[in-house]
């Protein structure tokens, strides 16, 4: 795991063979698959694993995903996924980016999460103190 200026998280994957259709080539709905887990590594790199929130009451919940696919992944090919997060008040913006190991862009997110903290929505105020060093980058 690296990080570049405009990234401040990258992970590595490789497709798997369940994740390709009949063309072989990625199916659409993984790609979503990949940019979770992106996010879910970056928040156990950054000291507070979605176990650890959810054992606190905290639960980020997606509130909207937007995604461009540019370019297809195919079974075995490997890819960097890229991460930045940013806050708008109460919600957490997460600009997330796949690229081929060439630099071909695959696909470009921006992907907001609200906070529930004890089953009522919150400003998130704890989850922007644990990622401090990331919102300030």
Sequence with gaps: MTKSDKYIFELPIKVRDYEVDS??????????????????EFCHHAGFSFR????????????????EYLSPLGLGEEMISKLNIS????????????????????VKAIVTVAC????RLSRGDVLAQKFEE????
Excluded: C, W
């Design 23 to 40: 063309e072989g080539i990625v199916n659409n709905a993984n790609y979503l698959h990949y940019l979770e887990h992106t996010r879910h």
């Design 52 to 67: 650890e929130m959810h054992s606190q009451g905290i639960d980020p919940v997606l509130r909207k995903v937007e995604i």
């Design 87 to 106: 806050r708008q008040g109460a919600r957490f913006i997460f600009h997330q980016d796949i690229f081929k190991p060439d630099g071909t862009p695959v």
């Design 116 to 119: 529930i903290e004890k089953g």
């Design 134 to 137: 990331y919102l300030n980058s």
